[in-house]
């Protein structure tokens, strides 16, 4: 409907959607830059800076932390604390990506990084790098 009227349609989807160029192509979207959301959240830069920073950083933001058990322990088995070890043993961190709209996370940000055995660290998104790019499309 929106090509119809000569409008952009524009995708901020990363590469987790399994197939998004080829769905973007097809459907004349347009892709924000990005291969991942906290990469869309944070910019470029910054994003590789903090998988730089320390190597073993599970990024989570509001959805994940409010449905950690939904999404994770359960399927997973995560109860199992040796199917704890085995999925978190890799990573060093939890870094919570906190949005301008979140409410205050922090303490069940906590609980989710001590359930999986890491530390936990917060990295304001503020929506500069997303606005830059999406002005750059319109």
Do not use: W
Not at 45 to 66: N, S, V
């Amino acid at each position: 409907a929106a090509q119809k009227r000569s409008e952009r349609v524009i995708c901020l989807y990363g590469d987790c959607f399994p197939d998004i160029d080829d769905f973007c192509q097809e459907q004349g979207a347009i892709k924000v830059p990005g291969h991942y959301c906290y990469e869309m959240l944070l910019g470029s830069e910054r994003f590789r800076h903090l998988i730089e920073e320390i190597t073993g950083t599970y990024f989570a933001e509001k959805d994940l932390i409010l449905n950690f058990e939904e999404y994770c322990v359960r399927p997973l088995e995560l109860h199992d604390e040796e199917m704890r070890k085995y999925c978190f043993q890799q990573y060093r961190r939890l870094l919570y990506v906190r949005q301008p709209s979140d409410p205050n996370l922090t303490a069940r940000a906590s609980e989710v990084a001590d359930f999986i055995g890491l530390s936990l660290d917060i990295n304001d998104a503020d929506y500069s790098y997303l606005e830059k790019e999406l002005i750059k499309l319109i």
